[in-house]
Nanobody, 110 residues
Framework: VQLVESGGGLVQPGGSLRLSCAAS????????VAWHRQAPGKGRYWVAS???????NYADSVKGRFIISRDNAGNTVYLQMNNLKPEDTAVYYC?????WGQGTQVTVSS
């Protein structure tokens, strides 16, 4: 199983980014997929999940700003991040069945 995140970068407060997580060795539509993040000097925290039936769940800190979605044909999960804040700065990880990607850095700064 390999999960590969992409789409991170530097963005100003209020801006948007879309993260992607592409999978091999696992079919995302068959399993829940989650995004977690780790800010500098802090632990890893759950951000959002998408379930096999399409239901989604979000941490309170990102609810209303982030959207998790899944492309079954491309076996890819996305995290659309809007109205980004400096406190969203972190390495973002894609996780499924205890498999973690390498992470992608998101930095929100003016």
């Amino acid at each position: 199983v390999q999960l590969v995140e992409s789409g991170g970068g530097l963005v100003q407060p209020g801006g948007s980014l879309r993260l992607s997580c592409a999978a091999s060795g696992i079919t995302f539509s068959d399993h829940p997929v989650a995004w977690h993040r780790q800010a500098p000097g802090k632990g890893r925290y759950w951000v959002a999940s998408i379930f096999t039936d399409g239901r989604t769940n979000y941490a309170d800190s990102v609810k209303g700003r982030f959207i998790i979605s899944r492309d079954n044909a491309g076996n890819t999960v996305y995290l659309q991040m809007n109205n980004l804040k400096p406190e969203d700065t972190a390495v973002y990880y894609c996780v499924s069945l205890d498999n973690w990607g390498q992470g992608t850095q998101v930095t929100v700064s003016s």
